[in-house]
């Protein structure tokens, strides 16, 4: 009571001069200015918050309703997960943040004939899965979620540009994601094909890495929770008509002690793994983290502080291979829904173990429409290839390549947030260690590595492509029982070591070594395939054709 007291006096005083909000925002800076009144109960915000460059912020600068919470600890008060709030003070990293590359192309299809992953073997490939109605070039954080919004394989179609074609204009800038967009169906919640062509294979986890919009109302793994708004298993359409921002500052940087950090729990859970080996349990200069959980609100949410700066884990809180849909146990045949933890797992090993994992897990994501294997699919698995790579073992981050040091206009120097193409910047990248080659020198050795691999590529294709054929030609000899099912699992390897890579982005560049042998590892894994179906088709013509003499 005495504590419930003391609170209500402050805000008494505060309340002479305007809200609590207002009063906290427009004091004077002080040591631990913000933590004067909340941190009595906020004992754990408030040791992160002592001590570090926040420490002069009030709360009432990311929060509001705080002066309701103090006389009704029930009213909580809200987060800002605006980034804007961030750009008053960082405002070379929030412009750089939302900067996209002129030459990427909207909607542009991985599909495309010059592209990574070409119809119609890509079709072919995936089975009939939802990502066959669209499988896209990455554009720029800017856009990570209103282009997930318009996906054709997404919401089927419900969400529109509300300026149209005339959007893919704009190039780059802060913007709200209902800025842009609007529903054509706000009174129906169904999430189903709505247009020709389309998919809604959009559920609650693929956003957990899109927006930390969310993140106050998400249980740990996405959990059903009592407190929790949000789970792995709550209808889509509703839980995204509440996100409004792409990449927030809080997914990497936390807003109470500016240390950096993870929030993505998959990635979390993949950390502190104990049943399986991971790329990070087994690195021998891995980065300390210190799991925190912050669920305060009645439930379990987790946070993990960086022991230090690192760009490989911050980005692979998203681009990594993972889990977030519905599948099949292949161990019982049953389906797996999304009431199962397992819809929302980050495996975190590399390609020579990612079979081998998912066998673990006992986890596929889909049959394939012609030959019948489970198998899965993958997502882009870039911090996994990078891990362990040439530029990795020399202590190359992430950042440095996709996120350097640059200087604005008034010469200080600052981490640029446009997560684009070294390419845009050889000089302050490539050239920062290889400092007797040019920029044109740089250029022309990665469009020799691109090449090499895009060339492997085309041979798994071609290869798998026969196998494909041997499966028909099987099927129409009436082939059954154990060829079919070893051929089965040799699909399985061919399309995860060819996934793998065309779902990744600039893998031939991150480890080009691992790609030539992976992709290898599908071409043979193919060919045996081919090879033991038409032994098969060719054995069985042979009997009948003894059978009739």
Aim: charged share 20%; aromatic share 8%; with cysteine.
């Amino acid at each position: 009571m005495r504590k419930m007291n003391n609170l209500l006096s402050i805000l008494a005083v505060l309340a002479l001069s305007g809200t609590a909000s207002a009063a906290l925002a427009q004091a004077p800076a002080q040591p631990n200015a913000a933590s004067a009144t909340c941190v009595a109960c906020h004992s754990n915000i408030g040791a992160m918050h002592q001590g570090n460059k926040h420490q002069n912020l009030p709360c009432a600068t990311c929060h509001e309703g705080t002066d309701k919470h103090l006389t009704n600890p029930k009213q909580k008060p809200t987060v800002s997960m605006n980034p804007q709030q961030c750009g008053t003070c960082h405002a070379d990293q929030f412009k750089t943040m939302y900067q996209a590359n002129p030459h990427s192309i909207a909607r542009n299809s991985k599909k495309n004939s010059d592209s990574i992953a070409p119809n119609p073997f890509f079709d072919e490939a995936l089975g009939a899965h939802g990502f066959t109605k669209e499988h896209n070039l990455l554009r720029a954080h800017a856009y990570g979620a209103v282009d997930q919004f318009l996906a054709d394989r997404s919401f089927g179609g419900r969400f529109v540009l509300k300026d149209g074609w005339l959007f893919f204009g704009e190039n780059g800038g802060f913007f709200g994601v209902w800025d842009k967009i609007k529903d054509t169906m706000p009174d129906n919640n169904q999430q189903k094909p709505h247009k020709p062509g389309t998919a809604a294979a959009a559920n609650p986890v693929c956003w957990t890495c899109k927006s930390s919009d969310l993140m106050m109302d998400w249980a740990y793994l996405g959990d059903p929770k009592a407190g929790a708004k949000w789970s792995r298993a709550s209808n889509p359409v509703e839980l995204v008509r509440n996100i409004n921002h792409a990449l927030n500052c809080n997914l990497c940087h936390d807003p109470h002690s500016a240390q950096p950090r993870v929030i993505r729990d998959a990635l979390i859970q993949a950390v502190t793994r104990t049943d399986y080996p991971t790329l990070y349990s087994e690195s021998a200069n891995k980065t300390p983290v210190d799991v925190k959980d912050m669920g305060l609100r009645g439930f379990t949410r987790k946070i993990a502080i960086l022991g230090k700066p690192d760009s490989k884990l911050m980005c692979a809180q998203c681009h990594v291979e993972y889990n977030c849909n519905p599948g099949t146990d292949p161990a019982t045949g049953k389906p797996i829904k999304m009431d199962d933890a397992r819809t929302n797992l980050f495996p975190l090993v590399d390609v020579t173990k990612i079979d081998d994992f998912y066998k673990h897990a006992s986890f596929k994501d889909f049959k394939h429409n012609q030959t019948g294997a489970l198998l899965t699919k993958m997502q882009h698995p870039d911090t996994e290839i990078y891990w362990n790579s040439t530029h990795d073992k020399a202590g190359v981050g992430c950042a440095a390549c996709h996120m350097p040091k640059v200087k604005n206009e008034k010469g200080e120097t600052y981490t640029s947030h446009w997560a684009t193409n070294p390419r845009a910047y050889v000089q302050e990248t490539c050239l920062q260690c290889h400092k007797d080659k040019t920029e044109e020198h740089m250029t022309r050795v990665m469009d020799a590595q691109k090449a090499y691999y895009m060339g492997k590529l085309r041979e798994t294709e071609g290869a798998m492509s026969q196998m494909f054929i041997a499966f028909r030609e099987a099927k129409d000899a009436g082939i059954t029982g154990e060829p079919i099912k070893q051929a089965q699992d040799l699909h399985s390897v061919a399309h995860t070591n060819w996934e793998w890579w065309t779902a990744a982005n600039g893998a031939w560049f991150h480890n080009p070594q691992q790609a030539q042998a992976s992709l290898a590892k599908a071409t043979d894994s193919a060919k045996a395939a081919t090879k033991i179906l038409r032994d098969a088709v060719a054995a069985k013509v042979q009997g009948q054709q003894q059978a009739k003499k």
